[in-house]
């Protein structure tokens, strides 16, 4: 069971990135997938998540309006488009997946995680 985040980069403010989340050893479409962001200093903390059942999505308000997550179960791979980027959200991003998740937000939710992308925004 392996998650394989990628699509990190530089990126000046005002512009785009889209991150992948590819799983390999299971299925994504069974699990809630979250995206989580840590920056140096802070606790890891929530960006987005994607249902498995209906695929509803939810972000943080830090966020509501600039990401957008999907899936596209064929693939297996869950994505984070994120525009509008700002300094604030340069983060090491990590994506996850959880069977049972209750509470969506807290890292404890969810059994896998990928091993992290850089998102550095700067001018």
């Known amino acids: 069971v392996q998650l394989q985040a990628s699509g990190g980069g530089l990126v000046q403010p005002g512009g785009s990135l889209r991150l992948s989340c590819a799983a390999s050893?299971?299925?994504?479409?069974?699990?809630?997938i979250g995206w989580f962001h840590q920056a140096p200093g802070k606790d890891r903390e929530w960006v987005s998540c994607?249902?498995?059942?209906?695929?509803?999505?939810y972000y943080a308000d830090s966020v509501k309006g600039r990401f957008t997550i999907s899936r596209d179960n064929a693939k297996n791979t869950v994505y984070l488009q994120m525009n509008s980027l700002k300094p604030e959200d340069t983060a090491v991003y990590y994506c996850?997946?959880?069977?049972?998740?209750?509470?969506?937000?807290?890292?404890?939710?969810?059994?896998?995680w990928g091993q992290g992308t850089q998102v550095t925004v700067s001018s």
């Open positions: 996850s997946a959880g069977q049972f998740v209750t509470r969506i937000t807290s890292t404890g939710a969810y059994q896998y």
């Open positions: 050893g299971f299925t994504l479409g069974y699990y809630v």
């Open positions: 994607i249902s498995s059942s209906d695929g509803s999505t």
